[in-house]
C-alpha cells in the first residue's frame, strides 16, 4: 500500500472498526467449532461423541491462551505497550491454527502449551514482517502461516499413544516428528512454485495492487455505491 511504511502516515492504517474486528473474530472462533469437531465426521458411538469433545476443549484453551499471550506481550513488552485489542483477536486466531492440526491427538494441557507458544510465534513473526517492510494487512503470514507451521509440527511432538487418541509425539517415544517435518516440507515446495506461478504474472501486469492514485481515492469512491462505508457527521451543539 502507498505510504504503508511512512511515520507520519501510520494511523491511516490502523483498523477501520475494531467492534466488528472483534465480531469477525468471534464469527471465525464460532465456525471453527463446525470445522474441528465436525472433522470427526460422525458422533454416533460414545467414543467418536467423546473425541469430538476433546477436539471442542482444545479447540477452546488453546486460542483462549494464545490471545492472551498476546495481549500480555502488546500491553507490557511490546512498544508502544498498549493495550491492543486488535492483536488480542489474531492472538486468538493463531490459537486456533496452532492448535487445529493436533486437535484430536492432544490432552488439553497440550493444547495449552501449543496455545501458548503459538503466541509467541504469532508475535514474533509479525515483528518480523514490520521489521522487514513486509506490507502484510491482516497479519495473514504471522497467523496463518507461521502459526500453521507450528501447531503442524506441534503434532509431532505432543500426542501419547498409550492414551488412544492416536498420538505418536516424541515426547512419549514416537517417530511422528519426522512425517511432519517432511509434510511441512512438501507443503512448501507445492504452494510456493504455484503461488508464484500466479502472483508473478500479476504483478508483471500491475494487477496485483491498486495504483497510487485509486488508493488516495479510496475504493469506495472508485468503485462502491454509495461512496462511504459508513456515515458520520460531526456532533455540535443543536441547542
Given at each position: 500500500?502507498?505510504?504503508?511504511?511512512?511515520?507520519?502516515?501510520?494511523?491511516?492504517?490502523?483498523?477501520?472498526?475494531?467492534?466488528?474486528?472483534?465480531?469477525?473474530?468471534?464469527?471465525?472462533?464460532?465456525?471453527?467449532?463446525?470445522?474441528?469437531?465436525?472433522?470427526?465426521?460422525?458422533?454416533?458411538?460414545?467414543?467418536?461423541?467423546?473425541?469430538?469433545g476433546i477436539v471442542a476443549?482444545?479447540?477452546?484453551?488453546?486460542?483462549?491462551?494464545?490471545?492472551?499471550?498476546?495481549?500480555?506481550?502488546?500491553?507490557?513488552?511490546?512498544?508502544?505497550?498498549?493495550?491492543?485489542?486488535?492483536?488480542?483477536?489474531?492472538?486468538?486466531?493463531?490459537?486456533?491454527?496452532?492448535?487445529?492440526?493436533?486437535?484430536?491427538?492432544?490432552?488439553?494441557?497440550?493444547?495449552?502449551?501449543?496455545?501458548?507458544?503459538?503466541?509467541?510465534?504469532?508475535?514474533?513473526?509479525?515483528?518480523?514482517?514490520?521489521?522487514?517492510?513486509?506490507?502484510?494487512?491482516?497479519?495473514?503470514?504471522?497467523?496463518?502461516?507461521?502459526?500453521?507451521?507450528?501447531?503442524?509440527?506441534?503434532?509431532?511432538?505432543?500426542?501419547?499413544?498409550?492414551?488412544?487418541i492416536g498420538g505418536n509425539?516424541?515426547f512419549y517415544g514416537g517417530?511422528?516428528?519426522?512425517?511432519?517435518?517432511?509434510?511441512?516440507?512438501?507443503?512448501?515446495?507445492?504452494?510456493?512454485?504455484?503461488?508464484?506461478?500466479?502472483?508473478?504474472?500479476?504483478?508483471?501486469?500491475?494487477?496485483?495492487?491498486?495504483?497510487?492514485?485509486?488508493?488516495?481515492?479510496?475504493?469506495?469512491?472508485?468503485?462502491?455505491?454509495?461512496?462511504?462505508?459508513?456515515?458520520?457527521?460531526?456532533?455540535?451543539?443543536?441547542?
Open positions: 500500500r502507498a505510504g504503508r511504511w511512512e511515520p507520519e502516515k501510520e494511523e491511516e492504517f490502523e483498523g477501520h472498526s475494531i467492534p466488528f474486528c472483534v465480531l469477525g473474530t468471534f464469527f471465525l472462533w464460532f465456525g471453527w467449532y463446525g470445522f474441528n469437531p465436525g472433522s470427526t465426521l460422525q458422533m454416533h458411538t460414545a467414543d467418536v461423541a467423546n473425541l469430538a476443549v482444545n479447540t477452546t484453551l488453546a486460542p483462549c491462551i494464545a490471545g492472551l499471550v498476546v495481549f500480555f506481550l502488546r500491553a507490557k513488552v511490546c512498544p508502544p505497550k498498549l493495550l491492543d485489542v486488535g492483536g488480542f483477536c489474531n492472538g486468538i486466531l493463531a490459537g486456533l491454527v496452532s492448535i487445529t492440526a493436533g486437535c484430536g491427538f492432544v490432552k488439553s494441557w497440550e493444547a495449552l502449551i501449543i496455545g501458548f507458544v503459538g503466541g509467541f510465534v504469532y508475535q514474533g513473526v509479525s515483528m518480523l514482517l514490520r521489521k522487514l517492510k513486509v506490507d502484510d494487512v491482516v497479519d495473514a503470514f504471522a497467523v496463518h502461516g507461521a502459526c500453521g507451521l507450528w501447531g503442524l509440527l506441534a503434532v509431532g511432538l505432543f500426542g501419547d499413544p498409550d492414551h488412544g509425539g516424541v517417530d511422528q516428528f519426522v512425517t511432519q517435518i517432511f509434510a511441512a516440507f512438501m507443503i512448501v515446495i507445492w504452494v510456493a512454485p504455484l503461488s508464484i506461478a500466479i502472483m508473478l504474472p500479476l504483478k508483471l501486469i500491475r494487477a496485483l495492487r491498486l495504483s497510487d492514485e485509486f488508493q488516495e481515492a479510496g475504493a469506495d469512491a472508485m468503485e462502491h455505491s454509495p461512496p462511504k462505508a459508513y456515515a458520520h457527521k460531526p456532533q455540535g451543539n443543536t441547542a
